[in-house]
């Protein structure tokens, strides 16, 4: 810390407004070449189980032109949520009526079988579009998900080399830190027209990071988000945090 | 639109995300700038209108080191009033509400601040399902004071957003204004250092950044939109 006069404080903010400015309209100008990537049509038919029974990935739009999944980690053997996507979905939990009224849908997606993602979002409070791709490759061929063996395969390796998050979360989901890594967060994003559903986009990891809601928040406050290496360690499901 | 073969899509991607790793770098690089900025000691006594109670600016911080304040417009100059704030404010903290739960943890109280009165924003966070904290300035000087910075603008109410040119007719003395600030408490004294307005907010709201992601973009805004989330036609929702 550093303490200034209004006027310091006011020549340094100058200085910060102009980049600011600057990467706000990097950002406008990257969201113009996402739209610019090539459409890939979705060959493969694949069903999911909703509220409303099996939907197809067209019928998911549900009367929209475009389609935004979060990929929510929560494994067929998961006992909870990861509390990091947990913390993302309070992020957007509010903002769906919204988007619905921009002519996009968003739902979450997970593998675990539907009642279980039903029981936790009754537990977080949340009234999220959830759907479950337990019994199709959905996850799989957009590479969020993948087998405890191939897992085991990446992970061992580089076990010493993981954040502390890993492992805690693997505890926090009722796994161990392979079961847990079978899944990844991620999301994507779909457009349909004349009947063809195409996939236009796809993120992972710090590509993320515009849902986390915490985050660019954080980064405006006197200290930053002060994470060092035991970032996201502090994360906890909403309902379990102490006041 | 151009259709295109999964390997023509992964090598458009793979730039694409070359771009995005810099631009999360360089929010990163300006979040340490942030931190550099001088601390400016608060000298001037301000009491909000509280659920509590009357609180100052160091009772806000609520036990913590930090603390957050968006400036939602809610006054006789907002449409919605006396019922209502502001509907683009009322989009950002459809977006807020479920993050802030997460700061409280992490030694940062969280505030909205308005000019109606605290009866007012209480029904009206009722109605629309949030739970942040919610306070009124009231008659004190707390929203120009962190809104315009010099002498001149204080008494004339002018140069919202660091003077630009945008708003140069918009006088703060009548109007409302949405923003951020950030305060911190050292020794019992409150510094301020941070504040951004208009698009600086649009990182804080995930439905431009969700947008910014859709095959579509933001595109034109259909008409009417954004509204208060209560207000859409059944049919869009």
Not at chain 1, 61 to 73: A, E, K, N, P, T
Not at chain 2, 35 to 47: A, G, I, N, S
Not at chain 2, 164 to 173: F, G, V
Request: glycine share 8%; hydrophobic share 35%; charged share 30%.
């Amino acid at each position: 810390m550093n303490i200034g006069t209004r006027e310091e404080w006011q020549e340094a903010r100058d200085a910060l407004l102009a980049e600011e400015k600057e990467h706000t309209r990097r950002g406008d100008e990257l969201a113009r070449k996402r739209q610019e990537l090539p459409w890939v049509p979705v060959e493969k038919e694949y069903k999911f189980a909703t509220e409303d029974g099996e939907k197809t990935l067209a019928e998911l739009f549900d009367g929209r032109s475009q389609l935004l999944v979060y990929h929510f980690m929560f494994g067929p053997d998961y006992t909870a949520g990861c509390p990091t996507c947990a913390a993302t979905a309070d992020s957007v939990n509010g903002v769906l009526p919204h988007l619905n009224a921009h002519d996009v849908t968003m739902l979450f997606v997970s593998t675990a079988p539907l009642e279980k993602l039903q029981s936790y979002e009754r537990r977080m409070g949340w009234r999220l579009p959830w759907v479950s791709a337990g019994d199709n490759d959905f996850n799989l061929d957009l590479g969020f998900s993948r087998s405890e063996e191939q897992t085991r395969e990446w992970v061992e390796p580089m076990f010493d080399q993981l954040p502390p998050v890993a492992a805690r979360n693997a505890k926090d989901t009722g796994t161990d830190v392979v079961r847990y890594l079978t899944e990844s967060p991620g999301f994507s994003a779909f457009a349909l027209k004349d009947g063809v559903v195409y996939q236009t986009y796809s993120t992972t990891a710090r590509g993320l990071e515009f849902l986390m809601g915490y985050y660019p928040i954080l980064d405006r406050s006197p200290r930053g988000r002060d994470e060092g290496p035991e970032f996201q360690l502090w994360i906890r499901p909403h309902d379990e945090y102490e006041r | 639109m151009s259709v295109g073969t999964r390997e023509e899509w992964l090598a458009a991607r793979k730039e694409l995300l070359a771009d995005e790793k810099e631009l999360t770098r360089r929010s990163d690089e300006l979040a340490h700038r942030r931190q550099e900025l001088p601390w400016v000691p608060v000298e001037k006594e301000y009491v909000f209108d509280t659920a509590e109670g009357p609180k100052t600016l160091t009772d806000l911080f609520d036990g913590r080191s930090q603390l957050l304040v968006y400036h939602f417009m809610f006054g006789p100059s907002v449409e919605g009033w006396p019922d209502a704030g502001c509907p683009g404010c009322s989009y950002t903290a459809d977006s807020l509400d479920g993050s802030v739960t997460h700061l409280a943890h992490r030694d940062v109280a969280f505030v909205a601040v308005s000019r109606a009165p605290i009866e007012q924003l209480h029904a009206y966070r009722e109605r629309m399902g949030w739970s942040f904290s919610w306070v009124s300035y009231g008659d004190s000087d707390f929203n120009i004071d962190f809104s315009v910075f010099t002498e001149e603008g204080r008494r004339t109410g002018k140069g919202f957003n660091f003077g630009t040119a945008k708003h140069a007719d918009m006088d703060l003395r009548e109007e409302e204004l949405h923003g951020l600030s950030s305060f911190v408490l050292e020794d019992g004294v409150v510094y301020h250092t941070y504040s951004t307005y208009d698009r600086g907010t649009d990182v804080l709201n995930a439905t431009w950044q969700l947008l910014d992601r859709t095959p579509k973009g933001r595109g034109e805004d259909p008409e009417g939109w954004p509204r208060r989330h209560d207000e859409y036609p059944e049919e869009d929702t």
